[in-house]
Structures are given as structure tokens and as C-alpha cells.
């Protein structure tokens, strides 16, 4: 039985920082593709970052490029996102994501969070 708890969201002025974590339970992560996606109000959930199972490559959306990093510790069964210069568009529920059987960084991703909200103010 594999959970996925998201922690570390909050609300953070405009070009601020906030730290993200993954907690996984119930199968090691070291063996899974890892990823995090965030849905506005009204909105699609979107892609916002994934990482592979060694940690040595790391995809990004455009729209986070540059500020976000996704990195983890699969000794911790953890997975981070470290968001910084935030905007008020990041706004947003932010799930972590976990696959043992879809390919990076696309998935499909079979296991979600429950979701850790950011808010970013103007």
C-alpha cells in the first residue's frame, strides 16, 4: 500500500521561497520516477517537474525553469521541491507523484498525494 504525503506549502509573498516534501510510504523510492504537478482553481493539472530514479536527470516546465529544483533522498524516501523567486501565477495545489512502471519523466504516473497548497501573493 503506497502513500504519498505532501508537506511544506503555504503563503509566501511574491518572490519568495517555500520548500516542498514528499514522504513516501509502503515501497522504497528508489526504484520509482518521481514528480511533482500543481492545479490552479478551475484549471487542469499541469506538469511542473520530474526527476529519475538515480536523481542524475531532472526535466522542468518552462514555466518554472530556472527557479524550481526537484532533487531527492531515496535513503529518506523523499522527494523536494525547492521553489524560489516565486510569482503569483505558481499559485496553486501542488501533488507529488510516483511511478515503479512508467518511463520518465512522462509516466504515467500510477500514485498521488493528497496535494499541499501554495499560495503566492501579488
Known amino acids: 500500500q503506497v502513500q504519498l504525503v505532501e508537506s511544506g506549502g503555504g503563503l509566501v509573498q511574491a518572490g519568495g521561497s517555500l520548500r516542498l516534501s514528499c514522504a513516501a510510504s509502503g515501497r522504497t523510492t528508489s526504484t520509482a520516477v518521481m514528480g511533482w504537478f500543481r492545479q490552479a482553481p478551475g484549471q487542469e493539472r499541469t506538469f511542473v517537474t520530474a526527476?529519475?530514479?538515480?536523481?542524475?536527470?531532472?526535466y522542468y516546465a518552462d514555466s518554472v525553469k530556472g527557479r524550481f529544483t526537484i532533487y531527492r533522498d531515496n535513503a529518506k524516501n523523499t522527494v523536494y521541491l525547492q521553489m524560489n523567486s516565486l510569482k503569483p501565477e505558481d499559485t496553486a495545489l501542488y501533488y507529488c507523484?510516483?511511478?515503479?512502471?512508467?518511463?520518465?519523466?512522462?509516466?504515467?504516473?500510477?500514485?498521488w498525494g493528497r496535494g499541499t497548497q501554495v499560495t503566492v501573493s501579488s
Open positions: 507523484a510516483a511511478t515503479w512502471s512508467g518511463a520518465y519523466p512522462s509516466g504515467p504516473y500510477d500514485y
Open positions: 526527476i529519475s530514479w538515480s536523481g542524475a536527470r531532472t
